[in-house]
């Protein structure tokens, strides 16, 4: 610690030094001419001889990543947003002012070079510097280059570190821009409008998630961050815009763990006259299309482990999995003492005063989730739990719901959308109820919501997909904060303590 102290004492010192001379630290007037993969693509594949040839001067721009100086010539590293390349500079083949500044520089600083290529003895790739400008100093030094930066929580408070030395952090976050930008062009290829509904709403709805809360001070009201965008956009579908979707930021304040962060990222989408057996089908194309996209086969490994996402996945009810897994017998599944007790025995702390459906999928979660490692459709859950969702025609005891696990997660919610107001308003009351006694809230009906669905909602299928941990899949991360940028974190002070 006391060493990079000095280090960075020293680079101030330096950068004091040059704009004692007059030389800019941090000029915006130097432009680039390449990126270094428009290099690498341009002029890769050309000869010692070819490149001799040519009379391109380039102007490249980029991070100082390595330094070799040799006395009379250097060799360096360039580093910008699509890649690396090597210079070369040799001492009587640039000016006066360019060597100055060279001899000034550190690993880490933000550098312009204008040159020509050649190719080393090693046939590498080089540009021979003949203009050199600095654009930006860095007084801080860069983790030890052979190691890069290992401490897992410096690497989520520090990003922008992370980013600079970790070449895998970049592609991270390259697969979930490419992710994100997929998904937004399947649905808009299948006619879906995208639109942008509140962060701020009056009414926390749309899932049963402990908010936000905040005050505006004008209105002097009470606003929530959302935890789910869908009462507004079902309104949009009441609204005659029957197919729409929404890449949104949700806030739930509730707990922090390896595949939960209190601000995520969910895709959320509807489509009037379609139910979620229409969804399943687009979700399964959707999202194996994505992996054959990104992976460029349908298949990946995730923590050691080969998933498969070929159509057509495998399809279950939620009470085949209970059965299939648990310790349970199909008369057990209608006693629910017994559900309890069971429970009780596995470490659910039920309260004995719990719905029966609610019982059940808290069983399922404990019990079932972790088996369904390949991509695993479970159908048929409970009416207590789902009161958003349309109940079978058939059983009214179940909805028309689905929920996609992989690798024992959960990554998409669907089910054929409630569109009976007065039904929706029994469970609202039955909801808001829940809410009043454990999440901490009043537990308000959303009347306007309500006013919306009595004008007439088309039955409609609607569906959500955690991109978070969709990308944790396509990029073999463990943990939902290596495919979030800035993740939520402890004030540092806080830890000290």
Not at 192 to 209: K, Y
Not at 342 to 349: A, N, P, Q, T, V
Not at 444 to 451: A, K, P, S, Y
Not at 466 to 483: A, C, E, F, K, Y
């Given at each position: 610690?006391?060493?990079?102290?000095d280090?960075f004492?020293?680079r101030?010192?330096?950068?004091?030094?040059?704009?004692r001379?007059?030389?800019?630290?941090?000029?915006?007037?130097?432009?680039?001419?390449?990126s270094?993969?428009e290099?690498?693509?341009?002029y890769?594949?050309?000869s010692?001889e070819e490149?001799?040839a040519?009379?391109d001067?380039?102007a490249?721009a980029?991070?100082l990543?390595?330094?070799?100086?040799?006395?009379?010539?250097?060799?360096?590293h360039?580093?910008d947003?699509?890649?690396?390349i090597?210079g070369?500079?040799?001492w009587?083949r640039?000016?006066?002012?360019?060597?100055e500044?060279?001899?000034?520089l550190?690993?880490?600083?933000?550098?312009g070079?204008r040159?020509?290529?050649?190719?080393?003895?090693?046939?590498?790739?080089?540009?021979?510097?003949e203009?050199?400008e600095?654009?930006?100093?860095?007084?801080?030094?860069?983790?030890?280059?052979?190691h890069?930066?290992?401490?897992?929580?410096?690497r989520?408070?520090?990003?922008?570190?992370d980013?600079?030395?970790?070449?895998?952090?970049r592609?991270v976050f390259?697969?979930?821009?490419?992710?994100v930008?997929?998904?937004?062009?399947?649905?808009?290829g299948?006619?879906?409008?995208?639109v942008?509904?509140?962060?701020?709403?009056?009414?926390p709805?749309?899932?049963?998630?402990r908010p936000?809360?905040?005050?505006h001070?004008?209105?002097?009201?009470?606003l929530?961050?959302?935890?789910?965008?869908?009462l507004?956009?079902?309104?949009?579908?009441?609204g005659?815009?029957e197919?729409?979707?929404?890449?949104n930021r949700?806030?739930?304040?509730?707990?922090?763990s390896?595949q939960?962060?209190?601000?995520?990222?969910m895709?959320?989408?509807?489509?009037?006259y379609?139910?979620?057996?229409?969804?399943?089908?687009m979700?399964?194309?959707?999202?194996?299309?994505?992996?054959?996209?990104i992976?460029?086969?349908?298949?990946?490994e995730?923590?050691?482990?080969?998933?498969?996402?070929t159509?057509?996945?495998?399809r279950?009810?939620?009470?085949e999995?209970l059965?299939?897994?648990?310790?349970?017998?199909?008369?057990?599944?209608?006693?629910?003492?017994?559900?309890?007790?069971?429970?009780?025995?596995?470490?659910?702390?039920?309260?004995?005063d719990?719905?029966?459906?609610k019982?059940?999928?808290d069983?399922?979660e404990?019990?079932?989730?972790?088996?369904?490692?390949?991509?695993?459709?479970?159908?048929?859950?409970?009416?207590?739990d789902?009161?958003?969702?349309?109940k079978?025609?058939?059983?009214?005891?179940?909805?028309?719901r689905?929920?996609?696990?992989?690798?024992?997660?959960?990554?998409?919610?669907?089910?054929?959308?409630?569109n009976?107001?007065?039904?929706q308003?029994?469970?609202?009351?039955?909801?808001?109820?829940l809410?009043?006694?454990?999440r901490?809230?009043?537990?308000?009906i959303?009347?306007?919501f309500?006013r919306?669905?009595?004008?007439?909602m088309?039955?409609?299928?609607?569906?959500?997909?955690?991109?978070?941990?969709?990308?944790?899949l396509?990029t073999?991360?463990?943990?939902?904060?290596?495919v979030?940028?800035?993740?939520?974190?402890?004030?540092?002070?806080?830890?000290r303590?």
């Amino acid at each position: 610690m006391e060493e990079r102290k000095d280090l960075f004492f020293q680079r101030k010192r330096k950068a004091e030094e040059l704009k004692r001379e007059g030389i800019p630290l941090y000029p915006n007037t130097f432009r680039v001419s390449h990126s270094v993969e428009e290099v690498c693509n341009s002029y890769g594949k050309r000869s010692a001889e070819e490149l001799q040839a040519l009379e391109d001067r380039l102007a490249l721009a980029g991070r100082l990543m390595r330094l070799s100086n040799f006395g009379k010539a250097a060799f360096f590293h360039i580093q910008d947003r699509t890649g690396k390349i090597q210079g070369y500079l040799r001492w009587d083949r640039i000016d006066e002012k360019s060597l100055e500044i060279f001899h000034r520089l550190d690993v880490g600083d933000i550098i312009g070079a204008r040159g020509r290529l050649f190719r080393t003895k090693t046939e590498e790739l080089t540009l021979m510097v003949e203009e050199l400008e600095l654009l930006a100093k860095s007084l801080r030094p860069l983790p030890e280059k052979w190691h890069g930066l290992t401490d897992q929580e410096l690497r989520y408070r520090q990003r922008y570190l992370d980013l600079i030395v970790n070449p895998h952090s970049r592609e991270v976050f390259i697969t979930r821009s490419r992710t994100v930008a997929f998904l937004r062009s399947f649905l808009i290829g299948r006619g879906f409008l995208e639109v942008e509904t509140p962060m701020m709403q009056p009414v926390p709805g749309g899932a049963i998630a402990r908010p936000f809360k905040t005050h505006h001070s004008t209105l002097d009201m009470e606003l929530y961050l959302r935890v789910a965008p869908e009462l507004y956009l079902k309104r949009l579908l009441v609204g005659g815009f029957e197919r729409v979707f929404e890449i949104n930021r949700n806030f739930r304040n509730e707990g922090l763990s390896t595949q939960h962060n209190p601000e995520f990222t969910m895709l959320e989408f509807y489509q009037a006259y379609a139910t979620h057996w229409d969804l399943m089908e687009m979700t399964e194309t959707m999202i194996s299309s994505l992996v054959q996209e990104i992976k460029g086969e349908m298949t990946l490994e995730y923590q050691g482990t080969r998933i498969d996402f070929t159509p057509s996945w495998k399809r279950i009810t939620l009470r085949e999995g209970l059965l299939s897994h648990g310790e349970l017998r199909e008369a057990g599944l209608e006693d629910p003492e017994k559900l309890i007790r069971y429970g009780r025995h596995l470490g659910i702390e039920f309260k004995g005063d719990e719905a029966p459906g609610k019982v059940l999928v808290d069983l399922f979660e404990k019990v079932v989730g972790s088996y369904l490692i390949q991509p695993t459709f479970v159908t048929a859950d409970t009416t207590d739990d789902s009161p958003l969702a349309r109940k079978n025609d058939q059983n009214p005891e179940v909805v028309d719901r689905f929920e996609l696990y992989i690798f024992g997660r959960e990554i998409a919610n669907a089910f054929s959308e409630l569109n009976d107001p007065q039904d929706q308003r029994e469970r609202f009351k039955k909801q808001a109820h829940l809410k009043a006694r454990d999440r901490e809230g009043a537990g308000v009906i959303d009347e306007d919501f309500l006013r919306a669905l009595e004008y007439g909602m088309p039955p409609a299928a609607g569906e959500g997909i955690g991109v978070d941990r969709l990308v944790m899949l396509l990029t073999n991360s463990p943990s939902i904060r290596d495919v979030i940028l800035f993740p939520q974190m402890r004030p540092e002070s806080l830890d000290r303590q």
